[in-house]
């Protein structure tokens, strides 16, 4: 009985240890925004640079092999959140030692992971091959930079693990800085490698596995001086083998998320095909916004990740509420005037992605769609944020199961009787069903957790 008061004396003082501000959002929001959006600025100079090649092939075996590669890769995205929520409740226990233990775990899943990635290099870029069935030269280009950028997937996952700890502890400008260490590395690298010494496909592919390097070694200096200073950790401890069965039953849970969330956007791309290659490079152009909206929506869902999971420890549950209201509030205002912008300017901005006076006259008609993403998938990215950071990931799953089931209604539904129109409803009615399942979930699950 003494015991478990201590326990609930010690839990009420994590939880005052703490509070949930507008600031602390921001101070995790703001950087990390601006770190994911380093990821499409990598993108768009890897196509300029093997663009200014002037060979149509190499860029289509480029925009192959980045496609099969992030499809690979979506299967071990949970190294990144899955880390994230379990150090932020170690963070919020004052479990400094378990702080520690997570961050290796993801480091030894993530180094096995990555030998094996790179050790399947080839048989990943054949696989690739025969599902995208391009012409010979594209299929050639694709498994080069399959082959050579898959060398990069130690570190790549390790960096995904560095990244989960660092938001874990709530350290958004640590994180900013890592991210733009390995990007800026990677751009000018793939500047000099791929446009100035003229190896091209090549070059971008090994400018992608040097970043990756110098990033994790960086970030490795950093968090291993910090250890270093810190209460030793047994080994035991890091192999405790229910917290590995745990680590696993949350990651395999993200990685269905992940997936279904995958398939939803190939039903989505899938369907605008069958309306026409106009009305498919529209949708294109116009995903565009939805996709950069996401990036600064999920600066907020990282700060509902941390600051979640970081209440849950410290079963606090005023702070974890405070955490909901203030990330989908910030979220809200951020959605609100993403749409406000792309109402206005969307018509401008369609006109400086493409040159096709066709595709631009589609898009024109369905950027209402496009723009009103943002509002109708705030509470998505947002709850995806908190259920990370809690770790029910359970509830996740399954909730994005039922939200796929849904979208797979609405769009047999729909898209037949409203063409373009219908289709990109099913897209608006997936991520309201995402959304509001669970938020309808979150008061059942607060309600147990403290």
Same mark, same amino acid.
């Given at each position: 009985m003494g015991k478990r008061v201590l326990d609930q004396v010690s839990a009420a003082a994590n939880g005052r240890s703490f509070v949930v501000t507008n600031r602390s959002v921001l101070a995790i929001a703001v950087p990390m925004t601006l770190a994911y959006l380093t990821t499409p600025l990598l993108g768009i100079v890897d196509t300029a640079v093997v663009g200014q090649l002037g060979d149509a092939a190499l860029l289509g075996g480029l925009a192959a092999g980045a496609l099969v590669f992030d499809v690979v890769f979506t299967s071990f995205n949970f190294l990144r959140s899955g880390t994230t929520g379990l150090v932020a409740q170690a963070l919020g226990r004052g479990d400094e030692l378990e702080e520690q233990a997570v961050f290796w775990r993801a480091v030894l899943i993530a180094v096995v992971a990555g030998i094996v990635l790179a050790a399947l290099a080839p048989l990943v870029a054949i696989a690739g091959q025969w599902f995208m069935s391009a012409e010979a030269r594209v299929s050639e280009a694709m498994a080069v930079y399959i082959r050579i950028r898959l060398l990069a997937a130690p570190f790549s996952l390790i960096n995904y693990a560095i990244l989960g700890y660092v938001l874990g502890r709530g350290e958004g400008g640590l994180g900013l800085m890592l991210q733009l260490v390995l990007n800026g590395i990677n751009i000018a690298l793939c500047i000099l490698l791929g446009l100035e010494l003229g190896w091209g496909v090549a070059g971008v592919a090994w400018a992608t596995v040097t970043g990756e390097f110098v990033a994790m070694l960086l970030a490795l200096a950093i968090i291993g001086r910090r250890f270093w200073a810190a209460p030793r950790l047994p080994r035991h401890r890091i192999l405790d083998l229910s917290a590995f069965l745990r680590m696993m039953s949350l990651n395999r849970d993200i990685m269905i998320r992940s997936f279904s969330l995958l398939a939803a956007f190939a039903l989505f791309t899938r369907q605008g095909a069958q309306f026409g290659t106009v009305t498919l490079a529209a949708n294109a152009v116009l995903m565009n916004f939805f996709l950069i909206a996401g990036y600064f929506l999920d600066g907020f869902a990282t /700060? *509902?990740?941390?600051? =979640?999971? %970081? =209440? @849950?420890? *410290? %079963? &606090? =549950?005023?702070? +974890? %509420?405070? *955490? @909901? %209201?203030?990330?989908? +509030?910030?979220? +809200?205002?951020? /959605? &609100?005037? /993403?749409?406000? @912008?792309?109402?206005?300017?969307?018509?401008?901005?369609? =006109?400086?992605?493409?040159?096709?006076?066709?595709?631009r006259a589609v898009a024109d008609n369905y950027l209402a769609w496009a723009a009103l993403t943002a509002l109708s998938g705030v509470l998505a990215f947002q709850m995806d944020g908190v259920f990370i950071g809690a770790t029910w990931s359970r509830d996740m799953r399954n909730m994005m199961l039922l939200s796929f089931l849904v979208f797979s209604a609405a769009l047999l539904i729909l898209a037949p009787a409203f063409g373009n129109h219908g289709l990109w409803a099913a897209l608006h009615v997936f991520l309201l069903v995402r959304g509001f399942s669970l938020l309808a979930i979150l008061r059942v699950r607060m309600r147990t957790a403290f």
């Open positions: /700060a *509902a990740e941390q600051l =979640a999971g %970081r =209440a @849950v420890g *410290a %079963r &606090a =549950a005023m702070q +974890f %509420r405070q *955490a @909901v %209201r203030l990330t989908l +509030f910030w979220g +809200f205002g951020l /959605a &609100a005037a /993403a749409t406000l @912008v792309l109402l206005l300017g969307g018509t401008d901005l369609v =006109a400086l992605i493409t040159t096709s006076e066709d595709v």
